[in-house]
Each structure stands twice: as structure tokens, then as C-alpha cells.
């Protein structure tokens, strides 16, 4: 089936110790999203990539950096993750015809 | 700016039905979209409106739109247990390469 994959579904780590989320999808969208949803908020755009073109939004930390090798896979890095970072990160994918699709999320959690 | 709200609780009795309200300010957006969100998961796509339809219903689910009134509005008939989840409305200007900016959620609790 197609499908949006995360992994890990869950990350531990250190504060200040730098962690890459990954993603990887099978519907050959040319549209990637990552969200931070902290508890009880409502999911908040980070970044997407339109094919190769990076779109940051403007009230994303410098912390948070994105890359995308190819079509299929899109890395979130936060290089020194804090307390506040703490949060569910969520991949979407989409095309110009299917909305937005939703991964599981990873869960991170910084000690 | 865009700013989508929602009530954060609702509670039904099951085989009632649900009605879930959202209101958005962006007077240009053109899809609005409704997401449900169980525990621990990602968010699954339930069904969306263009800003041209006033109403829409697939199988259990009615979404009406009132563009006047910027209302926005999720019913489910013959709601069971497995409908418990946080459900968010979200809009967006352009469908497909959209940002879209969602609703605080809000979570439907079954009551038996």
C-alpha cells in the first residue's frame, strides 16, 4: 500500500545533542511537509518542499533543518534540541490532487 | 492572518449523531478540510469542501459551509466508539501544494 513511513516512531535524546527524524513515502508526491504538534495543539508548519524547492516558514527556529535527497525521502535535523522542542513531528505528503497524507508522526522526547 | 477555531470538547451518547463546528477568518481560502486524529497517530484525511459547495456527505459524514458566516461544520450520523478521536478542521488557499492552517481540535468522547 501506499503510504507515509516515519521512523523512529519514537526518539529520545539528550538536550543539545543533535537528532534526525526521517521520512519516507511510496506515493511519489512532489509536495513534503514537516509539523510540530505539541500536546493538546494544533499541528504547525515548519517547512515544506515543493520537488526540490525548500519553503521555510518564517517563525521556524534556525534549531530546525530540513533536507531531501530525492523524491522519496525528507529528513527533519534539529542540531540542538531544547525542552521546548519536545513535541510529535509530523511528515505529510501531497500532489496537486490528493490533499495532504499524514505519516504515524515520531514522538521525541528531550531529558 | 489565518485563524481557524474550534470548540476543544464535545460528548455524545452513541447512535446519536456529532455535529463538530469550526469557524476560519481567511475569506480566501478554498478547500477546508476536516482531519481525525486518534491517540498516538498521525492525522487521517476525512473529507474536504471547496468553497464553491455549501454541503457534502460521504457515507456517516455531512460537511456544511456557510462562507457568509465563515462556519464550518462536521456532522456524524450514528456515532459509535471508534469515532472517539480529536477531529481538526483546517483551511487552505490552493489544493494540493497547500499550507494548511488547522483548528485547535476537538476531541469527541462516546459516551456508552
Known amino acids: 500500500d501506499a503510504m507515509v513511513i516515519q521512523n523512529p516512531r519514537y526518539q529520545v535524546t539528550q538536550f543539545g545533542k543533535p537528532v534526525t527524524l526521517s521520512c519516507s513515502q511510496t506515493?511519489?508526491?512532489?509536495?513534503m511537509y514537516w509539523y510540530q504538534q505539541k500536546s493538546s495543539q494544533a499541528p504547525k508548519l515548519l517547512f515544506h518542499?515543493?520537488?526540490?524547492?525548500?519553503?521555510n516558514e518564517a517563525d521556524t527556529p534556525d534549531n530546525f533543518q530540513s533536507r531531501r535527497p530525492n523524491t522519496s525521502f525528507c529528513f527533519l535535523d534539529i542540531r540542538s534540541p531544547g525542552l521546548g522542542d519536545a513535541a510529535m513531528y509530523l511528515c505529510?505528503?501531497?500532489?496537486?490532487?490528493?490533499?495532504?497524507?499524514f505519516g504515524p508522526g515520531t514522538r521525541l522526547t528531550v531529558l | 492572518g489565518e485563524d481557524v477555531e474550534q470548540s476543544l470538547f464535545l460528548s455524545v451518547r452513541e447512535g446519536d449523531s456529532s455535529v463538530i463546528n469550526c469557524t476560519y477568518t481567511?475569506?480566501?481560502?478554498?478547500?477546508l478540510y476536516w482531519y481525525k486524529q486518534e491517540p498516538g497517530a498521525g492525522l487521517q484525511l476525512l473529507t474536504y469542501?471547496?468553497?464553491?459547495?455549501d454541503m457534502k456527505q460521504d457515507q456517516r459524514l455531512t460537511v456544511l459551509l456557510n462562507k457568509k458566516d465563515k462556519h464550518l461544520s462536521l456532522r456524524i450520523a450514528d456515532t459509535q466508539t471508534g469515532d472517539s478521536a480529536i477531529y481538526f478542521c483546517?483551511?487552505?488557499?490552493?489544493?494540493?501544494?497547500?499550507?494548511?492552517?488547522f483548528g485547535t481540535g476537538t476531541r469527541l468522547t462516546i459516551i456508552p
Open positions: 505529510a505528503t501531497s500532489s496537486r490532487f490528493d490533499g495532504l497524507n
Open positions: 506515493l511519489n508526491h512532489n509536495v
Open positions: 518542499y515543493y520537488d526540490k524547492d525548500f519553503n
Open positions: 481567511d475569506s480566501s481560502s478554498t478547500y
Open positions: 469542501i471547496f468553497s464553491n459547495m
Open positions: 483546517a483551511e487552505a488557499i490552493v489544493f494540493g501544494n497547500e499550507k494548511l492552517t
